[in-house]
T-cell receptor
Framework: SQTIHQWPATLVQPVGSPLSLECTVEGTSNPNLYWYRQAAGRGLQLLFYSVGIGQISSEVPQNLSASRPQDRQFILSSKKLLLSDSGFYLC????????????FGSGTRLTVV | AQSVAQPEDQVNVAEGNPLTVKCTYSVSGNPYLFWYVQYPNRGLQFLLKYITGDNLVKGSYGFEAEFNKSQTSFHLKKPSALVSDSALYFCAVRSMDSNYQLIWGAGTKLIIKP
């Protein structure tokens, strides 16, 4: 079964500082990978998804970017954080050829101050 | 357009009573449907799924869901609620595009009162 490692669990960053959140996947190969943001404990906003190394699709124009340097590594970045970037960030993995859903990481709580 | 609706922001149930969390969907073809649960400051956990077969699907923690094709619904149910069932619940449907993405409902907060 798949395991998603996501770190750090919590992060407090000043406005204007850079960001790097990392997600790694175990137990599968060539997964689809996703970054979601969740505000105020409610709905999921899809930020980026990737179907392969170096392939990134952005769903929402914003201050963030994503990269996939390796098959099972997905990184969320920002050069300069905004207050509005605060939220709960979730990484997820899914298989295209499977009837299974996604496996989620444990999330990162980002507070921009 | 493909979509999932969870019409209730919050559902309140007394402990020991049956619970239902509603979900309706809109997708072409035969749907793959999912329920996930999220506890505070945690990732989402898979509860159950429907792909084909029996319309009543059983999942983790005593939850079940009933697929109703004519009503395009996939309501989550449990015969007897526990306080520990209090959490945020998400319904999702697999999209029919080639990238196999899940389309998510907005989530329903379930509160079980002792």
């Amino acid at each position: 079964s798949q395991t998603i490692h996501q770190w750090p669990a919590t992060l407090v960053q000043p406005v204007g500082s850079p960001l790097s959140l990392e997600c790694t996947v175990e137990g599968t190969s060539n997964p689809n990978l996703y970054w979601y943001r969740q505000a105020a404990g409610r709905g999921l906003q899809l930020l980026f998804y990737s179907v392969g190394i170096g392939q990134i699709s952005s769903e929402v124009p914003q201050n963030l970017s994503a990269s996939r340097p390796q098959d099972r590594q997905f990184i969320l970045s920002s050069k300069k954080l905004l207050l509005s970037d605060s939220g709960f960030y979730l990484c997820a993995s899914g298989r295209r050829d499977s009837g299974n859903g996604y496996t989620f990481g444990s999330g990162t709580r980002l507070t921009v101050v | 357009a493909q979509s999932v609706a969870q019409p209730e922001d919050q559902v309140n149930v007394a402990e020991g009573n049956p619970l239902t969390v509603k979900c309706t969907y809109s997708v072409s073809g035969n749907p793959y449907l999912f329920w996930y649960v999220q506890y505070p400051n945690r990732g989402l956990q898979f509860l159950l799924k429907y792909i084909t077969g029996d319309n009543l699907v059983k999942g983790s923690y005593g939850f079940e869901a009933e697929f109703n094709k004519s009503q395009t619904s996939f309501h989550l149910k449990k015969p007897s609620a526990l306080v520990s069932d209090s959490a945020l619940y998400f319904c999702a449907v697999r999209s029919m595009d080639s990238n196999y993405q899940l389309i998510w409902g907005a989530g329903t907060k379930l509160i079980i009162k002792p």
